[in-house]
């Protein structure tokens, strides 16, 4: 259907459905639970090519927009939660988020205004300054602000009599992201945590007091937590269908450690995490440079971590250096 494929079940009641975005990541997968309360879990953009295949996709299960109960949020990217409100307006009970991305999806452009310091402070140069808030005003057509969004919060279960699913706080991704734990059955829906062939990135976030938060140190803290939930097989947003737990941690470690001494090569000399992203990915446009600005700077909170980095600040710009050269 549209090119994408129709629902596909992937356990007793819940489909996973594909929609397009118009980000390089490519489609997403949502997830449909067809029993009541009827739920989805993330929706989509904005837009109305995705809207209109995820209404179709919906009515081959004979579901519409209004007997859905309830949209359960991962987390607070544009990608996942775009299409929310319009959705809410036409019928869809409720929404839910965990605080920690309240502010994203509730104020999307003050927040993301927000950053500006931040990213100066990493050395990124007026030109792309400029494109970041060209970005932002790109993307609003594909995602609106959500006007009413109840809380989600680790421990929280949602139960549909043959399962139950229950919320573990991952954060890193994002800070307030999510996944949604079916224990007893050993699968879990997993958004934007865990893939097996690529590393999720840690998205650059800046707290309401205006410190940077240690996203991809809070991500590997979460995948800790998670290895150790029993889970066997996930279900994740995008590129994979679907996954096992272990082998896409044993990927994710190798991945990290060739990561790690590619960084270190490339930190000999004194250089801001913006030189760093631009030296590590030449060929990158502007349009993928805060994406990439946010891994350079989850490795670098990584190395400093583990006292590999000296750290210092000229000029309100952030320098680093492998330590001893």
């Known amino acids: 259907m549209d090119g994408l494929g129709k629902p596909r079940e992937v356990r007793e009641g819940v489909f996973q459905i594909k929609l397009p975005t118009p980000y390089p990541i490519g489609p997403l997968y949502v997830y449909l639970v067809r029993k009541d309360p009827i739920t989805l879990i993330d929706v989509g953009v904005n837009d109305p090519q995705s809207i209109k295949i995820l209404k179709n996709q919906l009515a081959t299960l004979g579901i519409t927009p209004k007997d859905v109960e309830r949209i359960l949020l991962t987390h607070g990217h544009s990608d ?14 409720g929404i839910f988020i965990h605080p920690k991305d ?15 310091p931040c990213l100066v402070k990493l050395g ?13 005003a790109w993307e609003t057509p594909y995602v ?19 399962f139950t699913l229950e919320v573990m706080e991952t954060p890193g991704h994002s800070p307030g992201h999510v996944v949604f734990l079916e224990k007893s059955q050993g699968w879990a829906i997993t958004g934007d945590f865990l893939f097996a062939h690529f590393t999720p990135d840690p998205i650059i976030d800046v707290s309401p007091n205006g410190e940077r938060t240690p996203s991809m140190i809070l991500h590997m803290e979460s995948l800790e937590r ?22 896409a941690i044993k990927e994710l470690k190798t991945r990290m450690e060739y990561k790690k001494r590619l960084f270190m ?11 760093l992203m631009r030296e590590i990915y030449p060929e990158k446009g502007k349009g993928e440079a805060f994406v990439l600005l946010s891994e350079v700077m989850g ?7 583990e006292g590999l980095v000296d750290v210092w600040e000229e000029h309100g710009v952030l320098y680093y250096k492998v330590k001893g050269d």
Do not use: C
């Open 80 to 93: 996942h939660y775009g299409a929310a409100q319009t959705l809410k307006e036409e019928g869809v009970k």
């Open 102 to 116: 309240m502010d994203k999806v509730t104020n999307r452009v003050d927040y993301y205004l927000g950053m500006r």
């Open 124 to 136: 990124t140069p007026p030109d792309y300054l400029d494109y970041f808030v060209k970005f932002i």
């Open 144 to 162: 609106w602000d959500i006007k009413e969004v109840s809380p989600l919060k680790g421990g929280d279960t949602f139960s549909w009599g043959s």
């Open 226 to 247: 998670f290895s150790t939930k029993g889970v066997q097989d996930y279900f994740p947003g995008h590129k994979e269908e679907e996954g096992r737990v272990q082998e």
């Open 265 to 275: 090569e490339h930190i000999r000399k004194p250089i801001t995490p913006f030189a």
């Open 299 to 305: 490795r670098l909170d990584l190395l400093e971590r």
